[in-house]
């Protein structure tokens, strides 16, 4: 299995290895009948049974920091694996396969928001810490303390948003937390985005400053919370005793860690007796297992081992009916996230041309999306037809990404688009440009005569599914004469070398690349937002695009709560293209057949809800 | 010899301070930024400056090559940037399972190649050679992934006899413990060493054969045990010694493709993920550890020499 959904800023590293799942065998190109097999996972009949240890396949996962606030400094998207199964998120993200708020599972009995939006009310459920204190208001404002003072220094921190964007924080009661936001903001953005990042911890176990002081209310002075912060980070840190440090026995979710092995990162959960929860774990055991690659998993799943869990890359799809023979089900699990290939606006040899938007538009009308999703993920994708995923993003895919998107594939649209710009097409070769200038039938202003509609499409290593996916893209690109050249290289080099250009760093060093595909980018929540991706300056928009009007549409979507401000914006970006939209391979999942409430999978929770698994008997 | 050996010593030092040099030098040559690379595509200019200012990158580079250097001699070689644990942690978990991995694959190679080569050298030209030397060919130029791939699907997946991962337990008492996991990945390592090491000692003990001193020794009635044990053996050892002297570097970190198919994270796989994700502190650790395996295998391969060989004196003029 793999890095969960829900991270903000660094899933991004876990792309890659998330995506050998979705790589595709030559036998799925033709329509292999093992894709019909897998759906997103059906009842198992028969009666629940308690107890029972399942043993969860983990694909190079080694979580190295318990403390839930992780330092900017740790990419290590398997912690919140690690963690968020004792500390959850107050918002809980994903019902099942549905991509809708939780209540249930969730830390609060109600959010409401009100003077304008400005003010969040979250009353909080009285539910208690493992040792057996009350969960309180307290806790919260421990944990804004704490990032207040620290707030560069948190993994998952985006400027600008909490704890930036809250002006004060109040309890009126010990169940009771009330925000007052610096702006108003959407709701639902609020709710599905930011408090579902945000877990509550023990202001009564952690508010210390070294392992044998007392506890106290450090973190109410901004030099407390600067010394508890530390404190907390270095014991986060230290993993020989994750499992034993009493700091980390204190949580309030299903799970308290048993076991953790620091040299191989296996580590083992049981039930936590005190949860409060509506859903009491059934397993009495749960063993998290490290694996080098999805190929030594997929082998100790096929000799029959002890191992329940586990994924499937797609060029293993064959393998099903074996697995089946062997006791195994499979289940698929839609990605909330967006595929894209990214254009580098401020490219020095390649910026003038992808700043055209018909050029763009062209280079999507090119790329066959519907025979990428059936060809080279058997049917297991979202097509991709803009910035919002079909699948699962609940009710945000506008009607114009339903219809199948701006640009459909057509070739002889491409080739339209070119020559009323002043492009000699030349299927099969390299187009060029002749007539150079900046009016309506010119290139346009930067493109000289004769230039070559060529490009240079980097992606990452050692995945089938991409690579056959890009090859797919060059050879239909290739109709209407636009010359790709793909470049593979390790998805950490990758990152290393492509930095964000805009006008104003052009030409720096890291903005060589021109067009990049490093896999896709996750939503931080339930609600699919733009911001960081679209926006000028924002921290994902790597190929510089700038458009006030973007801009405009992007705060509209955080700062009104309107579904109809949601659409325009939507359908501005998937008719702007600041990016390539490709499609978007959901993962497969092999599970023992008899066990239950796996299926279907939470695209939120990283198909992580152990707490609602059961053997059947 | 203590002499010699001072003096190898010194030279060793001087081996590895360089190799440290230029490691250092190369690494921060390549294209890219460790904190991109590290923190991922998204990261902020914000966490950006945090990661360089934590791992002295802002600093100049001959201040970041003094103070790594400071470091190492007072035994700190750094944190993982990616993996966040002290270099030296991880070295202390990896290469005791590399030691043990290779280390006795190594052991069953020679085992098996010393005899198998002089046994050849023997009967060179007869069917059972040409027999031999085909199945070295066929293992010599088979890639170590495909045994591994081959044997897993066929003990592990088919049979169900052996398991197809390599033992779980950190410790190399709990690996010596679940022997069965041992089989497969030091079966896939040894069969290929096996080829090369046989090779050499066959072509070596032709070449003793050859010798007058054989002849002298058949001359006198010798028995053919007597003259392979005393004679063959101990004067047609000298390559392979050589050849297992310099493979002390590939002992600590070479088994990549092994680690990665039986799910063994070891000092190969350390290195070749720390390589593509610019993870400074790890690549300079593995490269220190490498380098003085390459020093102590040649080191020891010299004084083997010695031993096998009484006309070999070090020292002396």
Redesign the interface.
């Known amino acids: 299995m793999h890095g969960k959904a829900r991270i903000r800023?660094?899933r991004?590293?876990a792309v890659p290895a998330a995506a050998t799942v979705l790589a595709v065998a030559a036998a799925a190109c033709t329509g292999s009948s093992s894709s019909g097999a897998i759906g997103s996972g059906t009842a198992v009949n028969g009666h629940a049974r308690h107890g029972g240890t399942i043993t969860i396949g983990w694909e190079n996962a080694?979580p190295?920091?318990i403390f839930p606030l992780a330092?900017?400094?740790?990419?290590?998207g398997y912690n919140v694996n690690l963690t968020d199964q004792m500390w959850p998120y107050l918002v809980y993200s994903g019902d099942g396969a549905k991509s809708i708020v939780n209540p249930r599972e969730s830390l609060y009995t109600s959010i409401s928001y009100s003077d304008g939006d400005r003010k969040v009310t979250i009353d909080l459920k009285h539910w208690n810490w493992s040792d057996g204190v009350p969960i309180t208001s307290r806790d919260f404002t421990f944990v804004y303390n704490l990032l207040k003072a620290n707030v560069?220094?948190w993994?998952l921190?985006?400027?600008g948003l909490f704890p930036s964007d809250v002006a004060s924080v109040s309890t009126p009661s010990q169940h009771t937390v009330v925000l007052n936001l610096t702006h108003s903001y959407n709701p639902t953005f609020y709710t599905e985005d930011v408090l579902s990042t945000i877990q509550l911890l023990p202001q009564h176990a952690w508010d210390k400053t070294s392992a044998t002081g007392k506890v106290g209310n450090y973190d109410e002075s901004t030099a407390g919370a600067k010394a508890v912060y530390k404190f907390l980070q270095q014991q986060g840190?230290q993993?020989s005793t994750f499992a034993t440090s009493p700091l980390w026995k204190v949580v309030d979710g299903p799970w308290a860690l048993s076991q953790f092995?620091?040299?191989?990162g296996?580590y083992t959960y049981v039930p936590n007796k005190h949860y409060s929860g509506p859903d009491k774990p059934f397993l009495s055991k749960v063993i998290n297992?490290?694996?080098?690659?999805d190929?030594?998993?997929l082998?100790?799943l096929?000799?029959?081992?002890s191992l329940d869990i586990g994924n499937l890359p797609f060029n293993d799809l064959k393998q099903s009916g074996?697995l089946k023979s062997e006791g195994y089900s499979l289940a698929s699990m839609q990605v909330a996230g967006v595929a894209e290939i990214m254009p580098n606006l401020y490219n020095a040899t390649v910026g003038p041309l992808l700043r055209q938007l018909y050029i763009r538009q062209a280079l999507e009308d090119l790329i066959d999306r519907p025979q990428i999703v059936s060809k080279v993920y058997a049917g297991y994708a979202d097509p991709g037809n803009g910035p919002v995923p079909m699948q699962a993003s609940g009710p945000w895919a506008s009607p114009l990404e339903k219809s199948g998107g701006p640009y459909p594939y057509s070739p002889s649209a491409a080739t339209a688009l070119l020559r009323a710009h002043g492009w000699k097409v030349s299927p099969g070769g390299t187009s060029t440009c002749q007539h150079p200038g900046t009016g309506a039938s010119d290139c346009g202003a930067g493109i000289t005569a004769g230039e070559p509609l060529s490009l240079q499409l980097a992606y990452s290593s050692g995945l089938t599914g991409m690579a056959e996916q890009n090859a797919a893209i060059q050879s239909s690109e290739d109709q209407a004469g636009v010359k790709l050249t793909l470049k593979s290289e390790?998805?950490?080099?990758?990152?290393?070398?492509?930095?964000n250009c805009t006008a104003a760093s052009h030409p720096a060093?890291?903005c060589g690349w021109q067009l990049v595909d490093?896999g896709y980018?996750p939503y931080t929540g339930l609600f699919p937002a733009g911001a960081?991706f679209f926006n000028t300056g924002g921290?994902?928009n790597?190929g510089g695009y700038s458009s006030p009007e973007m801009n405009q549409l992007i705060n509209a979507t955080e700062y009104g709560s309107s579904t109809q401000a949601f659409f325009s914006y939507e359908d501005y970006a998937a008719r702007q293209l600041p990016w390539l939209w490709i499609p978007d391979s959901d993962y497969i999942f092999v599970y023992r057949s008899n066990l239950a409430g796996f299926a279907p999978l939470n695209p939120f929770s990283g198909s992580n809800n152990t707490q609602d698994w059961y053997y059947t008997s | 010899m203590t002499r010699y050996l001072a003096q190898r010593a010194g030279q060793a030092a001087v081996v590895v301070i360089g190799l440290m040099i230029l490691t250092f030098i190369m690494i921060h040559l390549e294209p890219g930024s460790a904190a991109r690379s590290t923190l991922g595509v998204r990261a902020t200019p914000g966490r950006i400056a945090i990661f360089n200012s934590t791992y002295g990158l802002n600093q100049p580079l001959y201040r970041q090559f003094l103070t790594y250097i400071d470091q190492v001699l007072h035994g700190n070689l750094g944190t993982s940037y990616s993996l966040q644990i002290p270099v030296s942690t991880l070295i202390a978990q990896r290469l005791p399972r590399d030691l043990l991995l290779l280390g006795l694959s190594t052991v069953l190679a020679l085992l098996i190649a010393v005899p198998l080569g002089i046994y050849q050298a023997v009967r060179r030209g007869g069917v059972s050679d040409h027999v031999l030397t085909g199945a070295s060919f066929t293992l010599y130029s088979t890639p170590d992934f495909l045994f591994a791939i081959l044997l897993i699907a066929l003990f592990s997946v088919q049979l169900h006899l052996l398991p197809p991962e390599a033992p779980q337990a950190s410790s190399v008492g709990g690996m010596l413990a679940d022997p069965r996991a041992l089989v497969l990945p030091v079966a896939t390592l040894a069969l290929v060493t096996v080829a090369s090491y046989s090779r050499y000692m066959r072509s070596s003990a032709i070449d003793v054969l050859a010798q007058e001193y054989i002849r002298v020794a058949r001359a006198k009635g010798l028995p053919q045990r007597l003259i392979l044990l005393r004679h063959v053996l101990r004067n047609s050892l000298l390559p392979v010694v050589t050849l297992v002297g310099l493979s002390f570097s590939w002992i600590v970190a070479g088994a990549v493709i092994a680690e990665e198919v039986f799910n063994y994270p070891g000092m190969g796989l350390l290195f070749y993920q720390a390589a593509t994700t610019h993870d400074f502190p790890v690549l300079l650790g593995s490269t220190l550890v490498v380098g003085v395996a390459t020093v102590i295998g040649n080191l020891a391969a010299d004084v083997a020499y010695g031993i096998l060989d009484p006309r070999i004196r070090y020292g002396r003029t």
Do not use: H, K, Q
Request: without cysteine; aromatic residues 14%; proline residues 8%.
């Open positions: 800023l660094v991004r590293l080694t190295n920091f330092p900017a400094t740790n990419s290590d560069p220094n993994f921190y985006v400027p840190g993993m092995t620091a040299s191989t296996y297992e490290p694996f080098t690659t190929t030594a998993e082998d100790e096929r000799a029959g081992s074996v390790p998805f950490n080099t990758l990152a290393g070398t492509m930095g060093s890291t490093y980018d960081g921290y994902n790597l």
